[in-house]
T-cell receptor, first 115, second 114 residues
Framework: AQTVTQSQPEMSVQEAETVTLSCTYDTSENNYYLFWYKQPPSRQMILVIR??????QNATENRFSVNFQKAAKSFSLKISDSQLGDTAMYFCAFMSASNTGKLIFGQGTTLQVKP | EPEVTQTPSHQVTQMGQEVILRCVPISNHLYFYWYRQILGQKVEFLVSFYNNEISEKSEIFDDQFSVERPDGSNFTLKIRSTKLEDSAMYFC????????????FGPGTRLTVT
């Protein structure tokens, strides 16, 4: 069975600084997808970034980028130029390429961006 | 921008009672999901649904749970006889395609079983 682990329950960063959130996963599959979702306080979860396991190139979306290390089964999220609006819970998630779209989530990391 | 909606936002029920949690997915989406998050724990997959059938369900999704898409717009989760341990936040999600694509989440329904 696949598992996703986020070992940092809470993190904080100063506005405009860079922060990295860690995520590791375990799977025996070769084809899968990895996601970072953001859940602001009292709001919906929204997708931040997605990575296909078959792609070596790390995904980037504006200030958000990932460091995908397939052999190490590591998928960290880097937020550059942190903004107050980045304050949220961040979830790392795994999806097998061979199932029905089921997402397997990590425990989440609460990120506080300080002014 | 289209979004997934859920009602009610908070439901309080007594143990043994039936509850129905409602979701309105994004209109052109075909794949639907329920997840739950017990306070302080991970978000857990419950069930996926496509073409009026369950595609996959987790071990949590036992005979007390059922899902339905009664009218082509709503997607419901029914718990027949609630237990204290069913207290959680329940999230509905929908997706245009099955695998790899973004799932759009609703704001959740907080279920409290007393």
């Amino acid at each position: 069975a696949q598992t996703v682990t986020q070992s940092q329950p809470e993190m904080s960063v100063q506005e405009a600084e860079t922060v990295t959130l860690s995520c590791t996963y375990d799977t025996s599959e070769n084809n899968y997808y990895l996601f970072w979702y953001k859940q602001p306080p009292s709001r919906q979860m929204i997708l931040v970034i997605r990575q296909e396991a078959y792609k070596q190139q790390n995904a980037t979306e504006n200030r958000f980028s990932v460091n995908f290390q397939k052999a190490a089964k590591s998928f960290s999220l880097k937020i550059s130029d942190s903004q107050l609006g980045d304050t949220a819970m961040y979830f790392c998630a795994f999806m097998s390429a061979s199932n029905t779209g089921k997402l397997i989530f990590g425990q989440g990391t609460t990120l506080q961006v300080k002014p | 921008e289209p979004e997934v909606t859920q009602t009610p936002s908070h439901q309080v029920t007594q143990m043994g009672q039936e509850v129905i949690l409602r979701c309105v997915p994004i209109s052109n989406h075909l794949y639907f999901y329920w997840y739950r998050q017990i306070l302080g724990q991970k978000v857990e997959f419950l069930v996926s649904f496509y073409n009026n059938e369950i595609s996959e369900k987790s071990e949590i999704f036992d005979d007390q749970f059922s899902v339905e898409r009664p009218d082509g717009s709503n997607f419901t989760l029914k718990i027949r006889s609630t237990k204290l341990e069913d207290s959680a936040m329940y999230f509905c999600a929908s997706s245009a395609r099955q695998v790899s694509y973004e799932q759009y989440f609703g704001p959740g329904t907080r279920l409290t079983v007393t």
